[in-house]
Each structure stands twice: as C-alpha cells, then as structure tokens.
Nanobody, 124 residues
Framework: QVQLVESGGGSVQAGGSLRLSCTFS???????????MGWFRQAPGKEREEVAT???????RYADSVKGRFTISRDNAKDTLSLQMNILKPEDTAMYYC???????????????WGQGTQVTVSS
C-alpha cells in the first residue's frame, strides 16, 4: 500500500514561486525508486491534467504550459518528490496532486496512487 502526502501549497502573486513536496511511503518495504512519479493539477470546472512526471531512470516530461517555469525532481534516498514552480501565473491556480505509477521497463503504467492534494492559488 502506497501513501502520498503533499505539502507546500499556498497563495502567491503572479510572478512568484512555490515549491511543492510529496512524501512517499509504502507498507513494509519502500520501492520508491522503481516508481514513476508525477504532479497533476485540477482547476475548478476543468479536467485533471498532467503537469510533470519523472521516471525511475530520471527522465522527465513537462506539460507545454509549464516548460521553462517548473522543475520536477525526486530524491530516491529520502522517498520524496518536489515541484519547483517559478514565474507563476493565475492560470496555474489549481489543486495539485502527487501520484505514483509502476515503472515497467521504463514505461509508466497507470497512475493509481494519489495524494490528497495541495492548493495553489496565484493572484494577478
């Protein structure tokens, strides 16, 4: 059983920065380094969208809307995931979720473990 807990959300003005963190825990023995990890977000009235993901081999992928502004990183020694968000825009306002998926032969499977989310609000 995997548990994910996000932190670091808050309110910031446009142009500001926030850093989100996610702590991963797994019953009995952590296999964190073997998971794909990702950040997703959902704004009111909109579908959930992928923001950034990182595979077990460190390969990252970003949504076009955040490229150059957001950086995803993982610390396999501490079982943590981070999202550094810079030059925030009002359209970045959303609930941000940390998620985990099995990484099989460098292919991320369905993200089936989710945290409770942390709210990010960017004012203009």
């Amino acid at each position: 059983q995997v548990q994910l807990v996000e932190s670091g959300g808050g309110s910031v003005q446009a142009g500001g920065s926030l850093r989100l963190s996610c702590t991963f825990s797994e019953y009995s023995y952590s296999m964190y380094s073997r998971y794909c990890m990702g950040w997703f977000r959902q704004a009111p009235g909109k579908e959930r969208e992928e923001v950034a993901t990182v595979k077990s081999d460190g390969t990252t992928r970003y949504a076009d809307s955040v490229k150059g502004r957001f950086t995803i990183s993982r610390d396999n020694a501490k079982d943590t995931l981070s999202l550094q968000m810079n030059i925030l825009k009002p359209e970045d306002t959303a609930m941000y979720y940390c998620a985990a998926a099995a990484d099989l032969w460098s292919r991320c499977q369905a993200y089936n473990f989710w945290g409770q989310g942390t709210q990010v609000t960017v004012s203009s």
